[in-house]
């Protein structure tokens, strides 16, 4: 009966996100890449829909739903909404209901003991047997297939929606980092404030997050492009559109972004000359969503003057290494930050 179970189990790794949670199951790939949003009914507190259904709902719903991110800054905000969240996917990539998966979840590199504990017991109320986390940043870097068990310094910039992870690598381990709670979700919410502050007008987060896929960069484009936005006049509390340019929002990201360049800054100062003398022939990785911004790698290459890659599908980097792990545990044992009780 025993083995009979075990053959039924399917461990699985997750990338438990601020934006989005992505589910890889051993022998399958990846099953689930959807965002951490949940619908609740404000009455009864059940779900009402999860994932890519919720995220719809954004700003459309009656007063009866509320819709909840659980997840803030890269760390859980709401335990119970998170716990039922994650048993939802679980049952969409089909695990048996009568096993316990192991599970491993990648986590913030500058994670708390308590963090680690709310993740380590949302995910065994999920219906994990065992839970093993790893640093996102370690993540990314198998996930590029970065060779991170040689004495051979690495960097990588994990830019999440929460947070923006950066490490040097090498050995390994971290050998140093610097972790700081501004990501894609900070540079959606300078664009909402942007629109407030400059146009008096009040556009939905769904809506910020388009602009800034369309309109956001880092570096002046070759060509500056502009967008008709929608949204509601705050003094006359009417429909309203506007005509905004890629400069304009450029200028409303320069925030976040400085920080993110300030904050590679930083951990480069604390690496090693040895390490650092292997990042200026290797160069550093870009992974995660944030990532995907224009011109950041341009931005990043010209603050630094070094080689900036950006990882190849940089928003699956984390899982896709969380699965690497999850398929030859043995092998990443150092890596992992084990979670047992």
């Known amino acids: 009966m025993f083995s009979y179970f075990k053959f039924l189990s399917n461990d699985i790794a997750i990338d438990l996100g ?68 994650l048993r939802e996917f679980i049952r969409k990539v ?32 999920a219906g994990a047997s065992e839970v093993l986390l790893i640093a996102e940043p370690m993540a990314a870097a198998i996930g590029v297939g970065l060779e991170i068990h040689q004495p051979i310094g690495s960097m990588v910039i994990d830019i999440g929606g929460g947070t923006t992870e ?21 540079m959606s919410k300078v664009i909402l404030q942007f629109f407030k502050r400059n146009y008096n007008m009040l556009i939905g987060e769904k809506s910020a997050e388009e602009i800034k896929f369309s309109l956001g960069s880092a570096v002046p ?17 009417v429909p309203k559109i506007t005509e905004v340019s890629s400069v304009e929002i450029r200028e409303a990201l320069s925030e976040p972004i400085n920080a993110i360049v300030d904050a590679v800054r930083q951990s480069l100062e604390k690496t090693p000359p040895e390490l650092a003398s292997d990042i200026l022939d290797r160069g550093i990785i870009l992974t995660g969503g944030g990532g995907l911004l224009r011109g950041l790698d341009e931005r990043l290459r ?13 928003l699956t980097c984390v899982v896709r290494g969380t699965g690497k792990v999850l398929d030859d545990i043995e092998f990443y044992s150092k890596v992992l930050m084990k979670s047992r009780r």
Do not use: W
């Open 94 to 125: 089909h695990i048996n209901r009568f096993t316990r998966p192991r599970m491993v979840i990648s986590v913030p590199s500058s994670i708390t003991e308590v963090e680690k504990r709310a993740v380590r017991d949302s995910a065994e109320h």
């Open 221 to 237: 484009l070759e060509e500056e492009i502009t967008l008709p936005v929608k949204g509601r006049d705050l003094v006359a509390g």
């Open 166 to 186: 950066i490490a040097v690598i090498a050995l390994s381990g971290i050998v140093c980092e610097t972790s700081v709670r501004i990501g894609g979700d900070e």
């Open 18 to 85: 601020t934006a989005n949670t992505l589910i890889y199951v051993k022998g399958k790939g990846i099953i689930v890449n959807e965002p951490s949003i949940v619908a609740l009914n404000r009455q009864t507190r059940k779900m009402v829909a999860i994932g890519h259904e919720a995220k719809e709902m954004l700003g459309r719903t009656p007063s009866d739903i509320e819709i909840i991110r659980p997840m803030k800054d890269g760390v859980i905000a709401d335990f119970e909404v998170v716990e039922d969240m």
């Open 302 to 314: 010209e603050e630094t003057n070094l080689p900036i890659h950006v990882a190849e599908d940089p």
